[in-house]
């Protein structure tokens, strides 16, 4: 807890990695995810990041308007000539071609956030990375080896850049096995300061994965 003005403000919980239909290899229906934030005992918040495409984001978002405490932060896991690139804050695709220093500068135009998404696993940037002024690094994905996230973690450290979780989920069951402790309010643009400013810690649910 914190406060924020004469306003005390609770972290919020957000799993910023999400893919739905609209991304070919998920079954997870927009109306599931936000049924299960509304579920959730505290994990309120959720980016839908699907493969090259905003469509899962958009209905998403209409979807979970009609409940005041959840919030669905639109984005999009680019497929960059480098590697995977996840934007939140976009309702919009990057114009092409998608090389990483056009991806990332769109984010910032946007006022969205760049992420580098599982940099050392398969479409990972790896250590190219360092060239581009990326706002911070995955560092916990649910699909990924504990190998391969505590080498994310080393590396967002070693930059100097705020580590992200997400869950990478495209099946139901994947929800939310990982998640950001932020502070911030609960709008999408207090999020994405939040993330930016590193205001963000990657944690794992007990029992759904080991780190
Ligand atoms: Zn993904």
């Given amino acids: 807890m914190r406060t924020h003005g004469d306003v005390t403000i609770e972290p919020l919980y957000a799993d910023f990695h999400i893919h739905t239909v609209y991304s070919a290899d998920s079954v997870i229906q927009p109306k599931t995810l936000v049924d299960k934030l509304v579920a959730h005992s505290f994990i309120k918040v959720a980016a839908v990041t699907d493969h090259d495409s905003v469509r899962g984001c958009k209905a998403t978002v209409e979807l979970a308007a009609a409940y005041p405490d959840i919030l669905v932060i639109p984005g999009v896991e680019v497929s960059t000539t480098e590697g995977d690139v996840v934007v939140l804050g976009t309702y919009e695709l990057p114009p092409k071609p998608w090389t990483p220093e056009a991806v990332v500068d769109f984010a910032r135009l946007i006022g969205g956030v760049s992420i580098v998404a599982h940099p050392f ?85 007990r029992g759904s994965i080991h780190f």
Avoid: C, W
């Avoid at 911070?136 to 504990?146: K, P, R, Y």
């Avoid at 139901?172 to 993330?195: G, P, R, T």
């Fill in 121 to 205: 696993r398969t479409y990972g940037m790896g250590e190219r990375a360092r060239k581009y002024k990326v706002d911070a690094i995955e560092v916990l994905n649910g699909g990924s080896s504990q190998d391969a996230n505590d080498e994310a973690k080393d590396f967002a450290k070693n930059l100097g850049l705020p580590g992200t979780a997400g869950s990478d989920a495209h099946q139901v069951s994947e929800l939310f096995s990982v998640y950001n402790k932020v502070d911030a309010a609960m709008d999408i643009d207090s999020v994405l300061k939040a993330v930016k400013n590193g205001a963000v810690s990657a944690q794992a649910s």
